[in-house]
Protein backbone atom coordinates (compact mmCIF):
# COMPACT_ATOMS: atom_id res chain seq x y z
CA UNK A 1 0.00 0.00 0.00
CA UNK A 2 3.15 2.30 0.06
CA UNK A 3 4.32 3.03 -3.70
CA UNK A 4 7.65 3.88 -2.05
CA UNK A 5 8.26 1.41 -0.24
CA UNK A 6 7.28 -0.67 -2.97
CA UNK A 7 9.88 0.73 -5.26
CA UNK A 8 12.12 0.50 -2.81
CA UNK A 9 11.32 -3.49 -2.47
CA UNK A 10 11.89 -3.49 -6.69
CA UNK A 11 15.32 -2.08 -6.51
CA UNK A 12 16.59 -4.29 -4.20
CA UNK A 13 15.08 -7.35 -5.48
CA UNK A 14 16.19 -6.58 -8.68
CA UNK A 15 19.83 -6.19 -7.69
CA UNK A 16 19.96 -9.43 -5.78
CA UNK A 17 18.83 -10.85 -9.10
CA UNK A 18 14.63 -11.42 -8.60
CA UNK A 19 13.20 -10.74 -11.26
CA UNK A 20 9.87 -8.46 -10.31
CA UNK A 21 6.24 -7.62 -10.98
CA UNK A 22 4.86 -5.18 -9.05
CA UNK A 23 0.95 -4.25 -8.59
CA UNK A 24 -0.64 -2.17 -6.20
CA UNK A 25 -3.93 -3.83 -5.17
CA UNK A 26 -5.35 -7.82 -4.11
CA UNK A 27 -7.21 -7.97 -7.23
CA UNK A 28 -3.42 -7.60 -9.52
CA UNK A 29 -1.76 -9.65 -7.14
CA UNK A 30 -3.88 -12.56 -7.73
CA UNK A 31 -3.57 -11.46 -11.33
CA UNK A 32 -0.48 -11.60 -11.46
CA UNK A 33 -0.51 -15.12 -9.33
CA UNK A 34 -1.83 -16.42 -11.99
CA UNK A 35 -0.54 -14.83 -14.78
CA UNK A 36 2.93 -15.56 -13.95
CA UNK A 37 3.18 -18.34 -11.17
CA UNK A 38 6.14 -16.98 -9.23
CA UNK A 39 8.05 -18.65 -6.86
CA UNK A 40 7.51 -15.86 -4.11
CA UNK A 41 4.67 -13.26 -3.12
CA UNK A 42 5.41 -10.65 -0.89
CA UNK A 43 2.23 -9.11 0.02
CA UNK A 44 1.01 -6.24 2.37
CA UNK A 45 -1.71 -6.96 4.99
CA UNK A 46 -3.40 -3.21 4.18
CA UNK A 47 -3.84 -3.19 -0.33
CA UNK A 48 -6.86 -2.22 -1.65
CA UNK A 49 -9.84 -3.97 -2.91
CA UNK A 50 -8.63 -7.45 -1.65
CA UNK A 51 -6.25 -7.56 1.74
CA UNK A 52 -2.97 -9.56 1.70
CA UNK A 53 -4.56 -11.77 4.06
CA UNK A 54 -8.10 -13.06 1.34
CA UNK A 55 -4.74 -13.30 -1.24
CA UNK A 56 -2.96 -15.65 0.95
CA UNK A 57 -6.19 -17.11 1.25
CA UNK A 58 -7.30 -17.69 -2.22
CA UNK A 59 -3.74 -18.47 -3.52
CA UNK A 60 -3.47 -21.44 -0.90
CA UNK A 61 -6.72 -22.82 -1.90
CA UNK A 62 -4.64 -23.58 -5.73
CA UNK A 63 -1.56 -23.45 -4.37
CA UNK A 64 0.56 -24.55 -1.28
CA UNK A 65 4.16 -24.60 -3.05
CA UNK A 66 4.34 -20.73 -3.60
CA UNK A 67 6.25 -19.04 -1.16
CA UNK A 68 4.47 -16.40 0.54
CA UNK A 69 6.02 -13.46 2.63
CA UNK A 70 3.41 -11.06 4.50
CA UNK A 71 5.30 -7.20 4.78
CA UNK A 72 3.23 -4.98 6.74
CA UNK A 73 3.05 -2.03 9.25
CA UNK A 74 0.34 -3.66 11.42
CA UNK A 75 2.43 -5.53 13.60
CA UNK A 76 0.08 -7.05 16.42
CA UNK A 77 0.40 -10.17 17.69
CA UNK A 78 -2.89 -11.23 16.29
CA UNK A 79 -2.43 -9.75 12.67
CA UNK A 80 0.84 -12.09 12.84
CA UNK A 81 -1.12 -15.22 13.70
CA UNK A 82 -4.07 -14.31 11.24
CA UNK A 83 -1.26 -13.52 8.44
CA UNK A 84 0.42 -17.12 9.56
CA UNK A 85 -2.84 -19.26 9.88
CA UNK A 86 -3.73 -17.31 6.37
CA UNK A 87 -1.17 -19.70 4.97
CA UNK A 88 1.95 -17.16 4.91
CA UNK A 89 5.42 -18.50 5.15
CA UNK A 90 6.48 -15.58 6.70
CA UNK A 91 5.37 -11.94 8.56
CA UNK A 92 8.03 -9.13 8.54
CA UNK A 93 6.48 -6.12 9.88
CA UNK A 94 7.52 -2.47 8.95
CA UNK A 95 9.74 -0.58 9.68
CA UNK A 96 11.88 -3.53 8.01
CA UNK A 97 15.53 -3.47 7.78
CA UNK A 98 16.65 -4.47 3.75
CA UNK A 99 19.50 -7.38 4.90
CA UNK A 100 16.57 -8.57 7.49
CA UNK A 101 13.96 -9.11 4.89
CA UNK A 102 16.58 -10.45 2.05
CA UNK A 103 17.94 -12.93 4.55
CA UNK A 104 14.28 -13.81 5.34
CA UNK A 105 13.42 -14.23 1.37
CA UNK A 106 16.77 -16.39 1.11
CA UNK A 107 15.81 -18.42 3.81
CA UNK A 108 12.26 -18.79 2.21
CA UNK A 109 14.10 -19.64 -1.39
CA UNK A 110 16.71 -22.72 1.04
CA UNK A 111 13.21 -24.18 2.18
CA UNK A 112 12.45 -24.64 -1.55
CA UNK A 113 15.57 -26.22 -2.15
CA UNK A 114 14.83 -29.02 0.40
Same mark, same amino acid.
Given at each position: ????????????????????????? *? +???????????? /????????? $??????EV?Q????E?TE??IL??? *? +?K?????????? /???D????? $??????????I?????????
Amino acid at each position: DDHDITNLLKRMLEIEGYSVVVVHD *G +QAALDAYRNERP /ALMVLDISM $PIKNGVEVCQEIRQEDTETLILMLT *G +QKTQTNTVIGLS /AGADAYVPK $PFGSRELLARIKSLFRRLEI
